[in-house]
């Protein structure tokens, strides 16, 4: 019972860095989504994918580009990263029903 | 556009008091709406959603939340609070609906549990 797995759970760059955060999830899910977590303001939505082959943009997606590999998987890419990214990233999937979430990749730039 | 208002971003209550977390949304046709918990260095997890099935919906743990249209509200209460309740608590609308299920969060209530 996987759920939605995110790798690294831990990650620390230095500006103009790029890196890509993994995310799968093995519940036969149409949709997923990446959010960001920061102190007092929720969770963001960035980019989402309502089925294989789509993806769309959310609320906060400058900065950020993703990739709907395949039906499982849903990276998402920071090609420069900047000090204002340092936040905690979570994924999640939905077969239609609630979302279910990873347990986050805590991202720092410096 | 919909949101939602979580008021009292800290909220502390004594061991067996009753919890109260407030939320209200905005919006022009009926939501979905959605109480998540996530406990520290996890993820978040379902506690209830309202799909206008019933106003009253209980949810995992003993929470339950009313819908209140005329108030716009859908607060998430708790007769008796536990220890292991301590968590932050965030409120959700959905503003596409269907198949995308793209959600709105409130900015989050952290519960302390006192002893």
């Known amino acids: 019972n996987a759920g939605v797995t995110q790798t690294p759970k831990f990650q620390v760059l230095k500006t103009g860095q790029s890196m890509t955060l993994q995310c799968a999830q093995d519940m036969n899910h149409n949709s997923m989504y990446w959010y960001r977590q920061d102190p007092g303001m929720g969770l963001r939505l960035i980019y989402y994918?309502?089925?294989?082959?789509?993806?769309d943009k959310g609320e906060v997606p400058n900065g950020y580009n993703v990739s709907r590999l395949n039906k499982r998987e849903f990276s998402l890419r920071l090609e420069s990263a900047a000090p204002s990214q340092t936040s905690v990233y979570f994924c999640?999937?939905?077969?239609?029903?609630?979302?279910?979430f990873g347990n986050g990749t805590r991202l720092t730039v410096t | 556009a919909q949101s939602v208002t979580q008021l009292g971003s800290h909220v502390s209550v004594s061991e067996g008091a009753l919890v109260l977390l407030r939320c209200n949304y905005s919006?022009?046709?009926?939501?979905?709406l959605f109480w998540y918990v996530q406990y520290p260095n996890q993820g978040l997890q379902l506690l209830l959603k309202y799909t206008s099935a019933a106003t009253l919906v209980k949810g995992i743990n003993g929470f339950e939340a009313e819908f209140k249209k005329s108030e716009t509200s859908f607060h998430l209460t708790k007769p008796s609070a536990h220890m292991s309740d301590a968590a932050e608590y965030f409120c959700a609308v959905n503003y596409a609906g269907g198949a995308t299920n793209k959600l709105i969060f409130g900015t989050g209530t952290l519960l302390a549990v006192q002893p």
């Open positions: 994918s309502a089925s294989e082959g789509t993806t």
């Open positions: 999640a999937s939905s077969g239609g029903g609630p979302l279910h």
């Open positions: 919006s022009s046709v009926p939501p979905y």
